[in-house]
């Protein structure tokens, strides 16, 4: 058993009160290798931004869990090395789908958990988040829950069409639990296409698509029954149209892939939507970059030698959402 506080990592209970009166939120990055880790930490350290370092159970399986919770701790030796006095880093698992992987983070230093029961009956994620939270709080470790269903894929979780959060189910979700954030469905969802061109309209100056605006009705009345409570958004990359267009260029082929606008996660960042999560915009700015060097150095093979410009490319995409869209500069 280690606790997270040994190894330097903070829980985002001070996090999220600090985000939701200032009105903020923490920019919640998922990783999976050496290179986004390093753009992370980078960029909260220049920014002096709390940072969430996210892992899901794809990227568990992916690099080896046991590698990706010390490569946080060493985020944290890293993150004092660049002179970051005092980094406020938190190492969450992303969609959890069941107890003992909950369990088995809390166990081995992560400082917040989420519980993704979200495709359950109401009653059984009720249950499941429960149980979380009891295990979880014994640590002082924190825990996420989901209530709603996202469009699009959830992990292993499949889902056609988003099921909006039901407000009126929000105060008995939160209680009867405890848990110390809420997920909450109101249009966004995972991937890099995240409207379909039908469900979009077009703008008539530049011919590319403008998506449905998301349910901030739904939100203002999650947040009028839970006032202060700290509300998250999954899926909530911008999937920039110059990643895309440069993925394209250079071999790609994205058609017709399209995120948030980044205008309405501002507007939501000033709510009691204190985490914004986002993925996808660090894959397509990697594979972007990776993309145009690799065409434009067709002798190069040393990794080292496109893995750079992707990792600036990323370090740049995180600055850019710290402080033009989420607000958490200098909150750290
Ligand atoms: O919500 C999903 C995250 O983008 C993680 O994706 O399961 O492919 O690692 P992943
Ligand atoms: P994106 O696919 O929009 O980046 O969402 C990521 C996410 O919600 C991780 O949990
Ligand atoms: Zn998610």
């Given at each position: 058993?280690?606790?997270f506080?040994?190894?330097?990592?903070?829980?985002?209970?001070?996090?999220f009160?600090?985000?939701?009166?200032?009105?903020?939120?923490?920019?919640?990055?998922?990783?999976?290798?050496m290179?986004?880790?390093?753009?992370?930490?980078?960029?909260?350290?220049?920014?002096?931004?709390p940072?969430?370092?996210?892992?899901?159970?794809?990227?568990?399986?992916?690099a080896?869990?046991?590698?990706?919770r010390?490569?946080?701790e060493?985020?944290?030796?890293y993150?004092?090395?660049?002179?970051?006095e005092?980094p406020?880093?938190?190492?969450?698992l992303?969609?959890g789908?069941?107890?003992?992987?909950?369990?088995?983070?809390?166990?081995?230093?992560?400082?917040s958990?989420?519980?993704?029961?979200?495709?359950?009956?109401?009653?059984d994620?009720?249950?499941?988040?429960?149980?979380?939270?009891?295990?979880?709080?014994?640590?002082?470790?924190?825990?996420?829950?989901?209530?709603?269903?996202?469009?699009?894929?959830?992990?292993?979780?499949?889902?056609?069409?988003?099921?909006?959060?039901?407000?009126?189910?929000?105060?008995?979700?939160?209680t009867?639990?405890?848990?110390?954030?809420l997920a909450?469905?109101?249009?966004?969802?995972?991937?890099?296409?995240?409207?379909?061109?039908?469900?979009c309209t077009?703008?008539?100056?530049?011919?590319r698509?403008?998506?449905?605006?998301?349910?901030?009705?739904?939100?203002?009345?999650?947040?009028?029954?839970?006032?202060?409570?700290?509300?998250v958004?999954?899926?909530?990359?911008?999937?920039?149209?110059e990643?895309?267009?440069m993925?394209?260029?250079?071999?790609?082929n994205?058609?017709?892939?399209?995120?948030?606008?980044?205008?309405?996660l501002?507007?939501?960042?000033?709510?009691?939507?204190?985490?914004?999560?986002?993925?996808?915009?660090?894959?397509?700015?990697?594979?972007?970059a990776?993309r145009?060097?690799l065409?434009?150095n067709p002798?190069?093979?040393?990794p080292?030698?496109?893995?750079?410009?992707?990792?600036?490319?990323?370090?740049?995409?995180?600055?850019?959402?710290?402080?033009?869209?989420?607000?958490?500069?200098?909150?750290?």
């Amino acid at each position: 058993m280690v606790s997270f506080k040994e190894i330097g990592l903070v829980n985002t209970r001070e996090m999220f009160k600090k985000a939701v009166d200032g009105g903020y939120a923490i920019p919640a990055f998922n990783f999976n290798n050496m290179e986004q880790l390093q753009a992370i930490v980078q960029a909260a350290a220049e920014t002096k931004s709390p940072v969430i370092l996210q892992v899901s159970k794809g990227a568990r399986n992916y690099a080896n869990s046991t590698l990706l919770r010390y490569m946080a701790e060493g985020a944290v030796a890293y993150a004092k090395e660049l002179g970051w006095e005092n980094p406020q880093i938190v190492l969450h698992l992303d969609h959890g789908d069941s107890f003992e992987l909950c369990k088995d983070c809390v166990d081995m230093g992560f400082s917040s958990v989420m519980i993704d029961a979200s495709s359950l009956p109401y009653e059984d994620n009720i249950a499941l988040t429960k149980k979380v939270v009891e295990y979880a709080h014994k640590y002082d470790v924190t825990v996420e829950a989901e209530l709603g269903v996202l469009a699009g894929v959830e992990d292993e979780v499949s889902s056609a069409e988003s099921h909006y959060t039901k407000p009126e189910e929000v105060i008995d979700f939160a209680t009867r639990t405890g848990c110390d954030s809420l997920a909450i469905s109101i249009g966004t969802s995972h991937g890099a296409y995240k409207f379909t061109p039908d469900q979009c309209t077009r703008d008539p100056k530049t011919g590319r698509l403008v998506p449905p605006p998301l349910a901030f009705d739904v939100l203002h009345e999650i947040e009028n029954k839970l006032p202060g409570f700290p509300i998250v958004l999954h899926g909530s990359s911008s999937v920039p149209q110059e990643y895309v267009d440069m993925c394209n260029k250079y071999g790609g082929n994205l058609p017709n892939a399209i995120g948030i606008p980044e205008e309405q996660l501002r507007e939501a960042a000033k709510s009691a939507v204190c985490k914004i999560n986002i993925d996808s915009d660090s894959r397509l700015a990697m594979t972007g970059a990776i993309r145009k060097y690799l065409a434009e150095n067709p002798s190069h093979f040393d990794p080292r030698q496109y893995l750079k410009p992707a990792r600036e490319e990323m370090k740049k995409m995180y600055i850019h959402k710290i402080v033009n869209v989420l607000g958490s500069n200098g909150k750290a």
